[in-house]
C-alpha cells in the first residue's frame, strides 16, 4: 500500500445504517514504524505479500548490530537497531526468536508472549510502604528497568511481558 510494506494493528468492520459497509484500521509500515489510520470501503482490492517467519538464535551485539544465527542452516545475519526495536531489553545470548524477512531481507524480531529474567539489582522492599502501590523498580539481567511488587527480591527469576514489559510473577527452578 502506498509503495510500502504495511501491516494491520487493529481493524473494526463498520456497517452503517444506510450505505456500504467500511473497514477502519489502524496499520504500521513495517520498514519506518509509522503508524497511520485508513479506512477501507468495501470491494476494495490490496496486494498481498508473503512475509516469511525463520527461527534465528541470537548471539552476540556487535557494536551497532545485533548477530542472529539462523537455526536451520546455520547463516549469520546482522541487524540493526531500528530492525530490533525493544526486543534487546529482553533478549539473553543464545535465545531463540523468530525473524520475519521479506524476500529475504529481515524486516524485524518477534519475541514470545514473556521471557524468564534474573533479577540483577532491587532495593529491598519495606514492610508497610503502601504509597507506591506496592511495586518498586528492579533491573534484570538484560539492563531493563521493569516495576515489580515489594517482596520480590534481588537474583529472583521472574516472568516478563515482552509487549509491555510488565511483571508476571515469580518462577521457580
Given at each position: 500500500?502506498?509503495?510500502?510494506?504495511?501491516?494491520?494493528?487493529e481493524f473494526q468492520h463498520v456497517k452503517p445504517g444506510k450505505g456500504?459497509?467500511?473497514?477502519?484500521?489502524?496499520?504500521?509500515?513495517?520498514?519506518?514504524?509509522?503508524?497511520?489510520?485508513?479506512?477501507?470501503?468495501?470491494?476494495?482490492?490490496?496486494?498481498?505479500?508473503?512475509?516469511?517467519?525463520?527461527?534465528?538464535?541470537?548471539?552476540?551485539?556487535?557494536?551497532?548490530?545485533?548477530?542472529?544465527?539462523?537455526?536451520?542452516d546455520y547463516d549469520q545475519i546482522t541487524l540493526s537497531e531500528e530492525?530490533?526495536?525493544?526486543?534487546?531489553?529482553?533478549?539473553?545470548?543464545?535465545?531463540?526468536?523468530?525473524?520475519?524477512?521479506?524476500?529475504?531481507?529481515?524486516?524485524?524480531?518477534?519475541?514470545?508472549?514473556?521471557?524468564?529474567?534474573?533479577?540483577?539489582?532491587?532495593?529491598?522492599?519495606?514492610?508497610?510502604?503502601?504509597?507506591?502501590?506496592?511495586?518498586?523498580?528492579?533491573?534484570?539481567?538484560?539492563?531493563?528497568?521493569?516495576?515489580?511488587?515489594?517482596?520480590?527480591?534481588?537474583?529472583?527469576?521472574?516472568?516478563?511481558?515482552?509487549?509491555t514489559g510488565d511483571y508476571l510473577g515469580r518462577v521457580n527452578d
Amino acid at each position: 500500500m502506498d509503495g510500502g510494506l504495511w501491516t494491520v494493528i487493529e481493524f473494526q468492520h463498520v456497517k452503517p445504517g444506510k450505505g456500504g459497509a467500511f473497514v477502519r484500521t489502524k496499520v504500521k509500515n513495517v520498514r519506518t514504524g509509522k503508524t497511520i489510520d485508513r479506512t477501507f470501503n468495501a470491494g476494495a482490492k490490496i496486494e498481498l505479500e508473503t512475509v516469511d517467519r525463520s527461527d534465528f538464535q541470537y548471539l552476540y551485539k556487535d557494536g551497532d548490530g545485533y548477530v542472529f544465527m539462523n537455526v536451520s542452516d546455520y547463516d549469520q545475519i546482522t541487524l540493526s537497531e531500528e530492525q530490533v526495536g525493544d526486543a534487546p531489553n529482553f533478549m539473553l545470548e543464545n535465545q531463540n526468536v523468530t525473524i520475519a524477512l521479506h524476500d529475504g531481507a529481515p524486516l524485524y524480531v518477534e519475541l514470545p508472549a514473556s521471557v524468564v529474567l534474573e533479577i540483577t539489582h532491587t532495593e529491598p522492599g519495606l514492610q508497610g510502604d503502601r504509597s507506591t502501590g506496592g511495586t518498586k523498580p528492579a533491573t534484570v539481567e538484560t539492563g531493563f528497568q521493569i516495576q515489580v511488587p515489594l517482596f520480590v527480591e534481588q537474583n529472583t527469576k521472574v516472568k516478563v511481558d515482552t509487549r509491555t514489559g510488565d511483571y508476571l510473577g515469580r518462577v521457580n527452578d
